[in-house]
């Protein structure tokens, strides 16, 4: 019973703020308040495979902005796998959009519990695995968006159950992590593309440690088996980016232009608008990210990492790099 005190506290911790932030009256709500157009579509999506067949590669929503508009065909960058779920599941228990949210909170859950096992496995202690999962849990953004209908919060909670067993394979250097940690992080990219950033961080280490610029283990190589474990990675990114290239078509089939299958390079917009989204920063989003004191915090934190550097695990120091 004691070796599951530590997690029976961090689950009854995370439930009772979830409750302070009424979790359980929003679990109802339809998509509203910020960002309520993208909920809006993200909701439309699962709907409409619920009501028109369920072909994956058919995604729709009920906006009439493609083909002349006659449909609603339209691809967003990320493969729709919880859109579908949530499809299937109102295929076994009926259309209720409370189910969107319930399955979005419980995979953003699932994320923190892995950040609190992350902890707990690399500092063996409770007080740590449970607090700082419970500060991260204190940014408005996560709050709104971890029971929301977006698949952000559910790629972030993939990508930290990637970083666990990752840092597992590190420790135990059993292959069985590594593979583990590849599935995770791939279901975070096909949840939000950006969630590769993580692969491109573990298949670089792994790149610079199979040409010997760098030695992560002492006697032999962490990567035992560099060949093997980068087709698995690329294998990944393939698999996302074969997505992407679909979507793309897939738009440009019936003219949709409703989601942007493209990328917004800082090079493409002007000195003003530069500025414009800098002070939209300071002064619209940095709040609702965290409190200024948590701010602080992590600054703090950023300089004992710099200049404690060889107390922090070498892979680490790379991975941060």
Not at 47 to 57: E, K, P, S, V
Not at 84 to 104: D, M, P, Q, S
Not at 156 to 177: N, T, V
């Amino acid at each position: 019973m004691k070796k599951y005190l530590g997690q029976f506290i961090f689950l009854i911790s995370l439930l009772a703020i979830s409750y302070f932030y009424n979790y359980h009256e929003i679990i109802f709500k339809r998509p509203q308040s910020v960002h309520k157009w993208r909920q809006s579509d993200c909701a439309s999506l699962a709907l409409n495979y619920y009501q028109n067949g369920m072909n994956f590669f058919q995604p729709e929503t009920h906006n009439l902005t493609s083909d002349g508009g006659t449909t609603g065909k339209a691809s967003t960058s990320e493969i729709p796998i919880l859109y579908y779920t949530i499809a299937a599941l109102y295929k076994v228990f009926g259309y209720h959009e409370l189910i969107f949210r319930l399955l979005n909170t419980l995979l953003f859950f699932l994320g923190l519990f892995y950040l609190f096992r992350l902890i707990k496995y690399l500092l063996n202690d409770t007080f740590w695995a449970i607090g700082l999962p419970i500060l991260f849990f204190t940014s408005p953004v996560l709050i709104f968006y971890g029971n929301n209908f977006l698949s952000n919060s559910s790629a972030l909670a993939f990508s930290i159950a990637g970083w666990y067993y990752f840092l597992r394979f590190y420790m135990e250097e059993k292959q069985k992590w590594f593979t583990i940690s590849v599935l995770f992080l791939l279901f975070a990219a096909a949840f939000k593309v950006t969630a590769l950033f993580s692969l491109f961080a573990i298949g670089g280490i792994c790149l610079l440690e199979t040409l010997g610029v760098i030695h992560l283990k002492a006697k032999r190589k962490l990567f035992n088996r560099p060949v093997s474990q980068l087709l698995l990675m690329a294998g990944a990114v393939a698999i996302i980016f074969a997505w992407v290239l679909y979507a793309y078509y897939y738009n440009k089939k019936h003219d949709c232009t409703y989601f942007s299958t493209t990328i917004f390079p800082v090079w493409m917009i002007d000195r003003t608008e530069i500025f414009k989204v800098l002070e939209n920063i300071r002064k619209v989003w940095w709040p609702h990210y965290y409190h200024y004191s948590v701010f602080i915090f992590l600054l703090l934190c950023s300089v004992f990492t710099i200049v404690f550097y060889k107390k922090n695990l070498k892979l680490l120091n790379i991975a941060l790099i």
